[in-house]
């Protein structure tokens, strides 16, 4: 099967468990909950998306026909040839990357020693073989996929209020404030319900605030 993704880059992780990790982010284009038109946001499920994940004209972005094309393309931009000291940290994103990443591709990446990350609005199940799954819920989208690593919860969120995915079977739970522009109000709500529910931790967007990628 070919991927389409939107863009290949590298930066930090500003986000969650990994913030401030050197990582490979290969963006799919594509979502199962908004077409990513402007036109189409109010009707959408999830509506409050900072994301352009439509087409495939960003930073190395195409369609590859081939796993190894595409994990040869994001090893490239790996700093270190030889991974002697870190191997690669690939983080596969979007858009909904579960939408088109396969276990043909984690094991494609694997093999040339990478470690597999996804974000995942949760919404659809994965291959086996991922090393690290962060699932983001969406107020107003069945939770299908309910364990992994880290859930970070986009923060206030009306219908989706932390404690119904307290008990979820997770290592890691963070709140992150929501990016609107009354994003200093959402991170003091953030900041105030994580201190009275210390089972949570505060996400913030470093590579906004750093003002990287
Ligand atoms: S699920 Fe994620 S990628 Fe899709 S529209 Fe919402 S925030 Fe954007």
């Not at 930066?11 to 468990?17: K, R, W, Y």
């Not at 009306?158 to 709140?175: I, N, R, V």
Request: hydrophobic share 35%; net charge negative.
């Amino acid at each position: 099967m070919s991927y389409f993704i939107k863009e290949i880059f590298y930066s930090i992780q500003g986000e969650g468990f990994y913030s401030g990790r050197p990582s490979v982010f290969c963006r799919f284009a594509g979502c199962n909950l908004w077409s990513g038109k402007e036109t189409d946001r109010e009707k959408a499920v999830c509506k409050f998306c900072d994301t352009d994940f439509v087409g495939c004209d960003g930073q190395e972005g195409g369609e590859y026909s081939r796993p190894e094309q595409l994990v040869e393309k994001i090893c490239h931009l790996w700093p270190e040839k030889n991974f002697k000291t870190a191997r690669p940290f690939v983080v596969c994103t979007g858009g909904e990357p579960l939408l088109q990443l396969n276990e043909e591709l984690i094991e494609a990446l694997h093999r040339k020693g990478c470690e597999v990350a996804v974000e995942t609005n949760g919404t659809l199940m994965p291959p086996p073989g991922i090393d690290w799954i962060c699932v983001s819920p969406k107020a107003d989208a069945k939770l299908l996929l309910r364990s992994g690593q880290e859930l970070k919860l986009v923060f206030p969120q009306s219908g989706a209020e932390p404690g119904k995915y307290e008990m979820l079977d997770f290592q890691h739970f963070f709140l992150q404030p929501t990016d609107l522009p009354e994003c200093g109000i959402n991170t003091r709500l953030a900041l105030e319900y994580i201190l009275s529910h210390p089972k949570w931790r505060l996400s913030l967007q470093m590579h906004k605030i750093l003002g990287v990628k």
